[in-house]
């Protein structure tokens, strides 16, 4: 990782120990934060936020350039009449923002060179860590897959000498099957934009694709209802630990460490051991302490390192719900234990005669997923009260 990263990483440790400093000194006077004092420790988390965005891309750009090469091998360019271009494929393995409308040269601020910046400044825009985090199966075609899971382990007994012993096998759930839900849009762009354009406008169109069934299949796997697409991993974790009233579903420092230890042992040891939430449930971690007076909330000791939060690494999911009444806001467990199905990998399509009439280049994009939980109880959430 480079020296800058390296120091941007620095910088974010000062600023943390400086907001610490701030909840510190109102703590020992025992009084609440004053509203300078406030609004200096919202701009300090704001801060600590975009550079931990900053370095995730960075980190994150470096590990899909990596897989570039493997999602291209998996990635289909279908022509109707004029060859696809690599940045499309490079850019779809890279991904982010997409816009569903015809691009033309008349369009505000289209990147028709008089006299312009030769790069289109994108909207950033988190995805989300689901592909990341989950088991992924990459499959050739999208029938029914079924996966078994254990549902009881055998048991030992202890039996006196010549006595007869029992059997006891172990017991299996239903299988849980994945389908194959299809995410896809559409993005047309005049030909004359694509000859004429300035910019390397193939490759931010990947971009944007891969942005746009990033954002869309993070939801899915997160919040979806199992019906018309994924079954979410909010929706199927196991029920852990429901928040105190009174407080607007807000989480206490007990409330996650009793979620953590609500999960098997087994489960806490793996390596894939993490909490998800939104980034507003993130920052109100950084104010909990526990019962000897230490922070909850680590910020990472390197570019290559995460977040922990009670010690463990802690993703930001944009698709997770906010702190509220009869909320899911936080997931904790093995989010490996999560198996998402893939079919085919991410297939883009351009035709030249889809809108022949008009002149325009049509790219298609899909990808076909779904995702469950076979073992609940290997992630379970909070849920803020009902009242």
Request: a negative charge; charged letters at 20%.
């Given at each position: 990782m480079s020296e800058f990263l390296n120091g941007m990483v620095e910088e974010r440790q000062k600023m943390w120990h400086e907001a610490k400093a701030i909840i510190d000194i109102a703590e020992a006077e025992g009084r609440s934060l004053s509203g300078e004092e406030e609004a200096k420790y919202q701009a300090i988390s704001a801060d600590l936020d975009k550079k931990a965005e900053f370095i995730d891309e960075a980190r994150s750009r470096a590990e899909r350039e990596e897989r570039a090469?493997?999602?291209?091998?998996?990635?289909?360019?279908?022509?109707?009449?004029?060859?696809?271009?690599?940045?499309?494929?490079?850019?779809?393995?890279?991904?982010?923002?997409?816009?569903?409308?015809?691009?033309?040269?008349?369009s505000t601020g289209a990147p028709v060179p008089t006299s312009f910046y030769n790069q289109v400044i994108e909207l950033a825009r988190l995805t989300g860590p689901m592909l990341a985090t989950s088991t992924l199966l990459n499959t050739a075609?999208?029938?029914?897959?079924?996966?078994?899971?254990l549902s009881a382990y055998s048991s030992a007994t202890v039996k006196a000498p010549g006595a007869s012993i029992d059997t006891n096998e172990p017991t299996f759930n239903s299988f849980t099957t994945l389908s194959a839900y299809k995410y896809s849009g559409l993005i047309q762009v005049a030909r004359e934009l694509i000859t004429d354009a300035g910019v390397d406008l193939l490759g931010f169109i990947a971009t944007e694709v891969g942005n746009a069934l990033g954002y869309a299949v993070n939801t899915g796997l997160t919040t979806g209802t199992g019906t018309v697409q994924p079954t979410g991993v909010v929706n199927v974790a196991g029920s852990a630990l429901v928040g105190g009233t009174g407080v607007a579903g807000?989480?206490?420092?007990?409330?996650?460490?009793?979620?953590?230890?609500?999960?098997?042992g087994a489960i806490r040891s793996k390596n894939t051991f993490g909490l998800q939430m939104n980034g507003k449930s993130i920052s109100a971690t950084r104010k909990l302490k526990d019962t000897y007076g230490r922070y909850l909330f680590e910020p990472a000791l390197s570019a290559e390192k995460r977040d922990l939060i009670g010690g463990?690494?802690?993703?930001?999911?944009?698709?997770?719900?906010?702190?509220?009444?009869?909320?899911?806001?936080?997931?904790?467990?093995?989010?490996?234990?999560?198996?998402?199905?893939?079919?085919?990998?991410?297939?883009?399509?351009?035709?030249?005669?889809?809108?022949?009439g008009s002149d325009l280049t049509t790219f298609r994009f899909t990808m076909r997923v779904d995702g469950n939980l076979p073992q609940t109880s290997h992630i379970k959430y909070f849920k803020g009260a009902a009242s």
């Open positions: 090469a493997a999602a291209a091998s998996q990635t289909r360019v279908a022509t109707s009449s004029t060859p696809g271009d690599e940045s499309v494929i490079r850019g779809l393995a890279n991904g982010q923002g997409h816009e569903f409308r015809s691009i033309v040269p008349t075609s999208g029938e029914p897959l079924q996966i078994p899971s807000a989480f206490t420092a007990d409330n996650i460490f009793d979620l953590i230890y609500s999960l098997d463990y690494t802690v993703y930001e999911n944009p698709a997770m719900a906010d702190i509220a009444t009869g909320a899911k806001s936080v997931i904790a467990g093995d989010l490996a234990a999560y198996y998402v199905r893939s079919v085919g990998g991410i297939r883009l399509d351009r035709s030249d005669d889809f809108a022949f």
